[in-house]
């Protein structure tokens, strides 16, 4: 049965929509569009009923100008404000997980679990060790709920929300089926954000609050330029050395060390968790994989075979639209994988 779902990936920077027709062995993109996120809305967490309805309003547009023809959407989290843990626990079965996983969680979740909402799947159960290993995701219930009433107000029907690096990795995993092992970054205005998958399951995820924007802002400090300026000069030099001197590649120059040190970090966790496996490839997802000469300097500076996420990769599309999209791929990773979720 046919099943249409939109894909709505709410960011700082724009607010991503795709609409989704689904059938057991073919998924189809009918549309996909953005807009920026409305300025004064800067903060999700703040609790103004006026920039909720200024936010519903912006969706409202976007998916009126997209032709969306079904209210059902899927939407993303900040993975930011979402607590993601891997729990090591004594090998147990569905029914005491259930029962204990509260009190597991107790000790990984730093704020009242009465405020947050639970949800767990299982990354393996070890007979040997006889432990097994989970990935607990908690949501705190404010957050949930703003942004169930900002869709609602938006005239669509919430069935889903997850994190964003959730959304990108069943994304990925779906563009690139043979890909087992591998590290994924998406790069966001304000948060980067990298995960390590595992037989294509999200084992690890670390979010770093740095983004775009500090990229823009580093540029706008060393060469004395206001943001729009210093955002036009990263978009058109990045990490170029050849161009300006190589100053735009510079001013940038510690954002990246501190992100490839993060990198090493994840990769000798990965090894450490997974010594018989070996992480080769990074996908790079989000509107910062865009940045020019980004994959070649991870693939020099890490020595991981490095691409552009192209979540376009294994669903039928219109050949008419296809060619106006592709520049965007890596910005729609997030939507297209929330698209793809199963849902009721
Ligand atoms: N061609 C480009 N080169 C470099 N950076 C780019 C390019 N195009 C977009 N970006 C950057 O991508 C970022 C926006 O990406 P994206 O839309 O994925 O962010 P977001 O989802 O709104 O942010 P977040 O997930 O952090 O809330 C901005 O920092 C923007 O400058
Ligand atoms: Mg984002």
Not at 49 to 68: G, Y
Not at 94 to 106: C, G, K, P, R, T
Request: charged share 20%.
């Amino acid at each position: 049965m046919q099943k249409l779902l939109v894909g709505l990936d709410i960011g700082t920077q724009t607010i991503k929509a795709v609409q989704m027709s689904r059938e057991k062995n073919r998924n189809q993109l009918l549309a996909a569009g953005y807009i920026p996120t409305p300025t004064k809305v800067t903060s999700l967490n703040s609790k103004n009923s006026n920039n909720d309805q200024i936010m519903a309003d912006s969706i409202n547009r976007l998916v009126h100008d997209m032709k969306i023809s079904t209210s059902d959407v899927s939407a993303s989290l900040p993975s930011a404000n979402v607590i993601t843990r891997v729990l090591e626990l004594p090998l147990m079965s569905d029914s005491e997980l259930a029962s204990s996983i509260q009190w597991e969680a107790e000790q990984y979740i730093p704020m009242p679990l009465s405020k947050v909402k639970l949800d767990f799947t299982v990354i393996n159960r070890d007979e040997q060790t006889t432990k097994m290993k989970l990935l607990l995701i908690a949501a705190p219930i404010d957050l949930i709920e703003k942004y169930m009433h900002i869709i609602t107000l938006a005239g669509l029907n919430p069935t889903a929300l997850e994190t964003e690096i959730l959304a990108a990795s069943r994304s990925i995993t779906t563009s690139f089926p043979t890909l087992s092992q591998a590290m994924v970054i998406s790069c966001g205005a304000t948060t980067t954000e990298v995960a390590l998958l595992h037989e294509q399951m999200l084992v690890y995820t670390k979010s770093i609050p740095l983004g775009g924007n500090t990229l823009t802002r580093a540029i706008a400090e060393e060469l004395g330029f206001e943001f729009p300026q210093a955002e036009e000069y990263k978009k058109t030099y990045g990490l170029d050395e050849d161009k300006l001197e190589g100053k735009i590649a510079k001013s940038i120059a510690p954002y990246f060390t501190s992100l490839y040190s993060e990198i090493e970090k994840n990769i000798a966790y990965f090894k450490e968790q997974y010594p018989k496996d070996e992480i080769t490839n990074l996908t790079i997802c989000g509107g910062g994989a865009k940045l020019p000469g980004l994959v070649l300097a991870f693939t020099k500076n890490l020595g991981l075979d490095s691409q552009i996420s192209n979540p376009f990769i294994n669903l039928t599309i219109d050949p008419n639209i296809l060619p106006s999209l592709s520049p965007d791929a890596p910005v729609y990773t997030q939507a297209i994988g929330l698209a793809l979720k199963d849902v009721e």
